[in-house]
């Protein structure tokens, strides 16, 4: 299940902080592709239109190489998409995928840790359009690109 950063007490969480730890405590289980790729999620940070999140790979994530699985990294583009409409509007649901695009610049392994960071670039009135990238965390600390994705969602209720 998702964790909470260990350095905020509730009181020093944003609404939004405490709006996407609700999302993915009732959300992820639901999904099971998602609580099977991010049952180990830890969120650092979410404010409006931005979330952050880190999640220590395990033999799940890799492909054959040994490498970060592409579909992997498209699945977190599209959940992290959602998680920043999400933190954006304040509503539980984050619209339906019309577009996702990944570029693969690096490559992580097994026990490596990723930073996932999400940014709701423009939220309208029936689309909406993120940006995810996904970074290696190298001597804890966020580190070389991984993967930088796109992704639009028709969000009109």
């Not at 996407?20 to 979410?46: F, G, H, M, N």
């Not at 992580?108 to 939220?123: F, Y």
């Amino acid at each position: 299940m998702a964790q909470a950063a260990p350095s905020l007490s509730d009181s020093e969480k944003s609404n939004e902080y405490l709006h996407i730890e609700r999302v993915i405590a009732t959300k992820l289980p639901a999904s099971p592709i998602y609580a099977y790729i991010l049952s180990d999620v830890t969120v650092l940070e979410a404010t409006k239109g931005r979330v952050v999140c880190r999640l220590q790979l395990s033999k799940t994530h890799m492909n054959s190489g040994g490498g970060l699985h592409g579909s992997v990294s498209a699945t977190i583009i599209d959940w992290m998409g959602g998680m920043a409409i999400c933190s954006h509007t304040l509503e539980d649901s984050s619209g339906v995928s019309v577009d996702i695009h990944a570029t693969y610049l690096s490559s992580v392994k097994d026990a490596d840790e990723i930073e996932i960071e999400g940014l709701a670039e423009k939220v309208g009135g029936s689309m909406a359009y993120t940006t995810v990238i996904i970074y290696k965390v190298e001597t804890g600390k966020r580190g070389r690109l991984v993967v930088k994705g796109t992704h639009t969602k028709f969000v009109r209720s």
